[in-house]
Each structure stands twice: as C-alpha cells, then as structure tokens.
C-alpha cells in the first residue's frame, strides 16, 4: 500500500452570503425551541446579536442571551458562562464571533449535558457524552473554531492556555456567512486572517498532513494569500470577506484533520504571558518559523512557494523557504501586523522562559518537519525579538 492512512473529521457545513438569516430552519431541524446565544460585546454594539435574534425569533423561538465572553477566555469566564447557561434551560447553544465566543459555546454545550466543572474536561476525550446540539457562526474568517473538536482557554493558576478537546464537542452545524465579517475590524481581519494562513502552511508541512487534509491545505494557502490584503484594506469589500471566508473555512478542515506545529507552539507564551491575541502571536513568529524548518521539507516550500506566485525558477529548492517567509513578512507589513515581537511587548529576558515552556509543547511540536531542540528554540525567539 502506497497511499497513507487516514482518517477524516468535518461537521456539516453551509456556506453562503446571506445563510445565517435562514438560522431557523436549522435550530428547526435539530429540534429544539429555546435558545441559548453567546457572543462578545463588541459584536452586540454593532449590531449583529440584535440582528441574529431577531432572524431566530421570527422563525418563533425564543432566545436568551450571553454576551460576556471576553477575548482570549479564561476558565472562569467559562465558568460564569456555564452557570448562566444551566439556570436558563436552554436546548441549543448558538455561538456567534470569534474564537472565544464558538469555543465557549462548545464547551457550555458539552456541560449542558454533563455534571462537573470545565477543569474536569481539559485534555483529550474527558467529556463523557454528548450535550446539547450547537450552530457555530464565525464572524471572523480565522479561528477554525466552527470545525475543529477543540476549545482552548486560558488557566490563570498555570498561566497557561489549555484545552477541551472532545469529538463530542464537534458542531451540529458551521453555518458561514462571509457578510457576518463585513463589520469585523481591520486589526481582527489582518490577525485573524495571518492565524488561517498559520492554519494552511503548518497543517500542509507538519508530519500529520496526510492526502485529504493537503488539497484542502493548498487552497487554504492559495485563498487567504490573494484576498487578506483586500479584506483588511477594504472591509466592506464583500468579495474580500468571500475569499477569505472560503479560505479560512479549508484552512481549519486542514487544520481538524493535520494540526498545526511549532508556530502555534511558540505563540502559546506569548500569549500566556504578554496578551498578545492569538492571530497576531502567530503571524509575528510565522517567518522566522519557516525560514528555520523548511530544510526539513524543502520540496513542500516550493509548492507553497509556487501558490504564492513567486518565480519558483529564482530560487533553490533548499531557499523555498526563506521566499516563503519573506513573501508572509512583506503581507504582514502591508496589513499593519508587526514583524517583529519587540513591537508587541515582548522583552529579551522573557525569552528563556518562553523557550522552557514551549518546548513542553510535545502535542504540537512533534507535529513539525523539524523537531525543534531548546537551542533552536531560543534561537527563533531571538531572530524574532
Ligand atoms: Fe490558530
């Protein structure tokens, strides 16, 4: 045999400007009638909770509201959460934002289900049965949070960020609507959009890619390099907001079914440590991460190369990488992410810290073409400062 084992993961998905106002077939269809909708401030002031409770209750369902999810959520804000949620006695959880508003409705609807407080489920496969049925609507095209099984929050007893993850915990339905993003902020566009490039290029080098989660990967890369410039430049530019939508959409099936790697390995400090938001932490790493492993996979940094348009006959195989890198650091400069991580905080007697704990990062790390030692760790961080 030939051809690489693998196993695959999606939910079901509808895609479409527009879609999200037909929500009430769907909450129809999974047979529930009270709703549960959580979401963030800010996208209660620009209207878009009014504008997705108003789409629920027309279709005759009544909803309750939860809009304190804070960005970048920690345990307690979940906890808060979860509590509000079981008085309310709802039988589905509509998670609308980014991120933190889709991972919290994961886990609220997990617990909806179960007994127990959050930290009983962090790591693999704790939740032991299904909760109520959950409709994830991303508002930034980025997260992959609408696809994947996992919930990431922030422990502030170990200053770390750690995770739910639970097949149990995969939604009833990603429903996408691009014209959801079209408020979206340009800082939340650029990092949330750099953080689905993430997505792309490590699910596409890391050892786990595998031959369904590639092709996905490849048109991850190929959408979210031709539409992030104009997205962020031009945010009601509904074509933009498309292509990035269709684009992070393959990145996370990539990403559910490959992972990432050490990109998202050595952004875990800082964000842990310096708040930096999860996009932005990334996208300040990504080239000086690549120009560091392509050596371990040279032929995949050509072909990244070649789908980014630069003339792959200028360079060896063996600079794939740094074409690569230097192609992402030039779209991070156009869409305003800093590239280097003095810019967002991070001092250099930080970095010995950092590198001690990412490189306790096994579950992500050992996904990387390149196994990467302390030394080389700390070597990164310091290019990247
Ligand atoms: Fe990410």
Redesign the pocket.
């Known amino acids: 045999m030939t051809i690489q084992a693998f196993s695959y993961l999606a939910p079901p998905i509808v895609f479409g400007v527009h879609s999200a106002e037909k929500i009430g077939e769907h909450i129809a269809r999974l047979g529930a009638s009270h709703v549960l909708l959580i979401s963030d401030r800010g996208l209660e002031k620009a209207g878009l909770v009014d504008q997705l409770t108003s789409w629920i209750q027309k279709s005759g369902f009544s909803v309750t509201r939860y809009t304190d999810i804070e960005p970048e959520p920690s345990i307690n804000n979940v906890r808060a959460c979860v509590s509000f949620a079981r008085s309310a006695g709802c039988d589905l959880v509509v998670g609308m934002g980014g991120?933190s508003a889709m991972d919290c409705a994961k886990v609220v609807a997990a617990l909806l289900g179960n007994d127990g407080d959050i930290m009983d489920y962090l790591g693999m496969n704790k939740v032991p049965r299904k909760g109520v049925p959950t409709i994830l609507l991303p508002t930034t095209a980025?997260?992959?949070s609408e696809i994947g099984r996992g919930a990431l929050f922030h422990v502030p007893e170990r200053n770390a960020k750690e995770a739910v993850f639970s097949a149990y915990m995969l939604t009833d339905l990603a429903l996408i609507d691009p014209a959801l993003g079209l408020s979206a902020p340009s800082s939340v566009t650029a990092a949330s959009g750099l953080?689905?490039l993430?997505?792309a290029i490590e699910s596409y080098t890391g050892r786990a890619a595998n031959p369904l989660s590639m092709p996905f990967a490849e048109l991850g890369i190929q959408w979210i390099y031709r539409h992030l410039a104009s997205a962020v430049e031009n945010g009601s530019d509904l074509t933009a907001r498309e292509g990035m939508s269709l684009g992070a959409l393959y990145a996370s099936i990539a990403?559910a079914n490959a992972n990432?790697h050490a990109v998202?390995a050595l952004?875990y400090p800082l964000q842990g440590y310096n708040r930096i938001v999860?996009?932005k932490a990334?996208g300040v790493l990504l080239p000086y991460i690549l120009k560091a492993i392509s050596a371990a996979a040279p032929q995949r940094f050509v072909q990244i190369a070649g789908w980014l348009g630069l003339d792959t006959a200028s360079f060896s195989a063996a600079d794939a990488g740094v074409a690569v890198a230097d192609a992402i650091t030039r779209l991070s400069a156009q869409i305003g992410i800093p590239t280097k991580m003095s810019a967002l905080g991070v001092a250099r007697d930080q970095l010995e810290l950092f590198t001690r704990e990412a490189s306790q990062i096994n579950r992500l790390l050992d996904n990387s073409p390149l196994v990467l030692a302390s030394d080389q760790i700390y070597q990164i961080y310091l290019e990247a400062l």
Request: proline share 0%; net charge negative.
């Open positions: 991120g980025g997260t992959g953080d689905a993430c997505h990403l990432t998202h952004a999860h996009g990334n």
